[in-house]
Structures are given as C-alpha cells and as structure tokens.
C-alpha cells in the first residue's frame, strides 16, 4: 500500500518540489495551500488518482479541522505531515515595521503549524507510526537586522519540534526540523511584497539552494530506516556563511 505524505504549502518552492519527488517515488499526497489553480494544476501532473487536494488558509483554525475531517478514507492513513506552509514579510527593524505583518508571520508560521500538528498527531500515536517534519530556517539560530518576527518565529519552530519529540517519546513517531539557509523560491517575492526586481537581488551572483535541494532532504530524512531520527538539519548553501559580529563606534 502506497505511503502518505500531507504538505502543507504545496504550490509553490520547497512544498511543490517535495509532492513531485515523492510522487515520483510512489507516495500518494494530501496537497494544501490557498491557491486553487495550482493544486489543481499539480494533481493533473501528478495524478488524481494519488493526490487529494485542499485548499486552505492555515491561519484559519476551522479550515483546518474542517480539511483534517474531510480526508478521504484512502488517505487517512498519514505516515509524514509536512509542516512547510510559511512566509516572511517585509525585512523592516522593529520600530519601524508593519504589525499586521508580524501577526500574519505569527499566525502562519506559528500558530498554523501548531493547528496542523495537534490534529494529525493523536492519529499517529494510536498507530504509534508516524513522522512530522517542521521546515524552519537559519534565521531560528542565526538573527540579521530585519529578521525579528520571522527569525523569532522559526525559532518557535525549532524549540516546538524538540518538545514534540519529547511528548512523543516512547511512541515510535519521528520528529525533525529542517533549517534551510538562502534557497531561491517565491519566498523573497512574498518577503518583498510581490517586487520581483527586488526579491531577484537578493540571489543575484549567488548560487542559492533550490527547492529540489530541498526536498531531497525532506525524502533523505523520511527514508532513513524507523528506529533513526535526525532531530534538525540545518543547511546553507556554499556561498553563505556567517558574518561578523558588529560594533557601532562614535564618529
Ligand atoms: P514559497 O513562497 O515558494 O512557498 C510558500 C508556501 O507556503 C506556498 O505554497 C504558500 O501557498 C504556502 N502558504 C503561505 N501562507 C499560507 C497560508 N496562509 N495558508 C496556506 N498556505 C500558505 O516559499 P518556500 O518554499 O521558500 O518556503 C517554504 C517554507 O520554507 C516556509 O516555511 C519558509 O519560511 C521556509 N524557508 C524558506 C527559505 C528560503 O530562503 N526560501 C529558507 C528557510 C526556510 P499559497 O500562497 O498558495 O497559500
Ligand atoms: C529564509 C532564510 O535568511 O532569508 O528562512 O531568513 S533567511
């Protein structure tokens, strides 16, 4: 019987790359973001058959219990959640920056992945199977001038997926978070509020990760054999490190 995989965060970069390396792979697929077009458009690609799409708004905590209710029969059976849905918004400093960002941040990277996880979980524990994959960022550990919320928010995820992997001790369900560096998706032209201009410098004479690179990670760590848990990746690409610490000097 095929394996399951729930994405949050399908149309698009790390999410869209992982339903197509594990569909290539043989996974059936739950596929969930606000865009409608491109489930669609995906599960064409991929096959109805395999791919149940739902359309949802994560930050809506009924649209998400209403999505978990509704998952048809052939695809109850969750062997991984993909906790991928999120964003950044604006890279303003903290006295300077919008609130309504900060709670969208808060609400998708946050709290969505929070509704998700505590309905999909108890399943699992009574089928004492089960795998939740969190994708975090560099920016959790790392902080850099404009990262407050979206930093501060990954950093919510690092600290949640090693608790999770503490409540769920002894249950035999893994638990890992993924921190990816700079990865070229549309994650800058959502940062930069559609700016394509803009989110094109943020990569330009770089070579940043891709969202297969990613999905590579996410399949590498799903694979490993059951009694194996890789607790965090984190990952950058070759022409990142990190820079100095900084010191403001009286002129
Ligand atoms: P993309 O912008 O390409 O993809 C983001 C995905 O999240 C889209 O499928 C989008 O779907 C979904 N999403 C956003 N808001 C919501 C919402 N309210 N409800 C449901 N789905 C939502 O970016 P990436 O693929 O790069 O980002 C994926 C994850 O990786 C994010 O959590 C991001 O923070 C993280 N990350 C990204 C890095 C990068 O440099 N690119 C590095 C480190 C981490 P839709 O718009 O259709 O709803
Ligand atoms: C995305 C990576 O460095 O832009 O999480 O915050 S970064």
């Given at each position: 019987m095929a394996k399951t995989l729930l994405i949050t965060g399908?149309?698009?970069g790390f999410g869209k790359a992982s339903a197509e390396l594990f569909a290539e792979n043989g996974w059936q697929l739950i596929i969930t973001g606000r865009r409608c077009g491109r489930l669609d458009e995906l599960q064409d690609k991929l096959g109805k058959s395999s791919v149940h799409i739902a359309p949802l708004d994560i930050r809506d905590r009924a649209q998400v219990e209403e999505l978990v209710d509704n998952i048809p029969e052939k695809f109850?059976?969750?062997?991984?959640?993909?906790?991928n849905a999120g964003l950044a918004l604006g890279l303003g400093a903290t006295h300077e920056t919008d609130l309504d960002e900060w709670d969208t941040m808060v609400d998708t990277n946050i709290k969505g992945l929070l509704y998700m996880t505590r309905l999909i979980v108890p399943e699992m524990v009574s089928k004492s199977r089960g795998h939740i994959i969190n994708i975090g960022s560099i920016a959790g550990s790392w902080p850099y001038p404009g990262g407050n919320t979206y930093g501060a928010s990954k950093a919510f995820v690092q600290q949640f997926s090693r608790n999770l992997r503490s409540d769920l001790h002894g249950t035999g369900i893994r638990v890992t978070n993924i921190e990816p560096g700079l990865a070229e998706s549309e994650f800058s032209v959502v940062r930069f509020g559609g700016d394509q201009e803009k989110a094109d410098k943020v990569y330009e004479g770089t070579q940043p990760l891709t969202p297969v690179d990613i999905a590579e990670i996410v399949y590498w760590v799903a694979s490993r054999?059951?009694?194996?848990?890789?607790n965090s990746v984190e990952v950058m690409p070759v022409c990142q490190s990190w820079g100095n610490l900084v010191i403001s000097r009286e002129k």
């Open positions: 399908a149309t698009s109850r059976n969750i062997d991984i959640l993909l906790n054999p059951p009694h194996v848990n890789i």
